[in-house]
């Protein structure tokens, strides 16, 4: 049954559907058809109810009737935590069709990236593997969205996680059941369905789709959430289609991300967009465990501003950056001692040609033993500490302005176990939460030195001193 209450503006507002669903406000409007707000009266719960939008066209009707159908057929298969939950479906005594899904509290992820930009690595991560395990079982269960882009991407606030992932909008997923194949395309010849932006070569061909079609709208939503564009710009549906058809996209800009991370990232997202589909990672799962091991090796940032050149090399002029290094899984600190990420991002100094100036320096010297230096004479000063007394609150994100020289210079410093300079003299500005790790000074022939930090240090500095032994 259905009851008619009297509105100005949309005939559906107060109306009660089959005496369990009263529409209360209208909240969108698709290609399919309107989206409200509604009260399941029998809960007394807030849903979100579809109406399917009626045409002057019969063909079209059609169209958009059977999609809308799939629609409820496919998403009402899926139970993952991060896919829309739908409640019920059916159609009304009149014939308008409805999809009843659960009402959501949070911001499309669209929204987000024109309000914020690029997003730290590790939330990228975060994100990404929600959607890609919200596909992996869309895809297992025969669905494929066919519309993934970061408007049916939505981010929730549950019991206080941030960043709940919520994949919506099945609305023109083609079912890939195996025991029908007379399937009929819901798609009219010469139509393709999906986002310009987002749309991957086969489908904008009209080609068969796969759920490697998925994956590549995620490898362009990944490359946006990474540098806050997509790879391609075009003034037209058509033209933008054609550049996914026959375009290679640039690797993503990651400037001051540390090359050992940035490639990674680089790596993965242009696996996503190759052109052909075989060539693509071939399940959601696959992508969900590369972000993961993404996450953990971007677990740190650092700064890395140009490096200061001792003795006679030429200083380079100062430049600040920001970049990422590697953490490997089994090395990270403790879990009190879990390292975040740091915002921001610049380019690298020019750095990597002042190794070979200090190789060069270190040939046919003699042997060395090190030494700290006390006095920090012609080098950084001896470690200063400064701010309030006492370690941080575990939890809190902290500031060290690491200064490490050596003499001679040349040598390479580790952060715990990541490296952080490839060379001394190293000048860094780091992040993290916990207390902070052992510095490594390592010279490939002389040896290495472990420098402890104090933990409510704010600024370390030291110069590692090698001095000659004397051969009998």
Not at 16 to 40: L, P
Not at 131 to 150: M, T, Y
Not at 173 to 188: G, V
Not at 244 to 249: F, G, K, L, M, T
């Amino acid at each position: 049954m259905i009851e008619h209450a009297s509105s100005p503006f949309d005939p559906f507002i107060g109306t009660v559907i089959r005496d369990a669903y009263r529409i209360e406000k209208k909240i969108g409007q698709g290609g399919m058809g309107a989206v409200y707000r509604a009260k399941q009266l029998s809960v007394d719960r807030d849903v979100v109810i579809k109406m399917l939008r009626s045409s002057d066209d019969p063909e079209l009707n059609d169209l958009l009737e059977k999609r809308f159908k799939r629609e409820a057929l496919a998403t009402s298969r899926l139970g993952h935590p991060n896919t829309i939950s739908v409640l019920d479906f059916g159609q009304t005594e009149d014939g308008t069709l409805f999809l009843v899904l659960e009402l959501l509290t949070g911001t499309p992820l669209n929204q987000i990236l024109a309000r914020e930009g690029p997003l730290d690595l590790q939330r990228v991560a975060k994100v990404g593997m929600q959607v890609c395990r919200s596909l992996n079982e869309a895809h297992e269960a025969g669905v494929i969205h066919r519309d993934l882009k970061p408007e049916n991407v939505f981010l929730c606030n549950y019991r206080g996680e941030d960043d709940v992932v919520k994949v919506m909008d099945f609305g023109v997923a083609r079912l890939m059941d195996p025991t029908d194949n007379n399937m009929t395309r819901i798609t009219r010849a010469g139509l393709t369905v999906g986002t310009p932006m987002y749309i991957a070569p086969e489908q904008a061909m009209g080609q068969e789709v796969t759920p490697a079609t998925d994956l590549y709208a995620f490898g362009v939503m990944l490359y946006e959430m990474l540098c806050g564009s997509v790879p391609f710009k075009a003034d037209t549906g058509m033209e933008m289609a054609l550049k996914h058809i026959r375009e290679v996209p640039p690797p993503v800009p990651l400037d001051g991300i540390v090359d050992e991370i940035a490639s990674k990232w680089q790596a993965l997202t242009a696996r996503l967009l190759l052109k052909d589909p075989k060539k693509r990672p071939q399940a959601a799962a696959e992508v969900a465990d590369g972000l993961s091991e993404l996450a953990t090796l971007t677990s740190v940032y650092q700064t890395r501003p140009a490096l200061a050149v001792v003795d006679h090399a030429p200083t380079p002029a100062p430049q600040a950056a920001i970049a990422a290094a590697p953490v490997p899984a089994a090395t990270v600190a403790p879990p009190t001692d879990a390292a975040v990420s740091v915002p921001g991002r610049t380019s690298a100094g020019p750095w990597p040609w002042l190794a070979a100036l200090a190789t060069i320096a270190f040939l046919g010297l003699a042997v060395y033993t090190f030494v700290v230096d006390k006095d920090g004479k012609d080098g950084p000063p001896a470690a200063v500490t400064s701010g309030q007394a006492g370690v941080a609150p575990a939890g809190e994100r902290r500031t060290l302005n690491l200064d490490i020289g050596s003499k001679p210079p040349g040598a390479r410093v580790l952060w715990g176990t990541m490296e952080i300079c490839k060379t001394t003299p190293c000048r860094q500005r780091l992040q993290f939460v916990g207390k902070p790790p052992v510095v490594t000074v390592e010279h490939p022939q002389l040896g290495s030195k472990t420098l402890s930090i104090e933990p409510d240090a704010t600024t370390f500095a030291r110069v590692v001193e090698f001095k000659a032994k004397k051969t009998p």
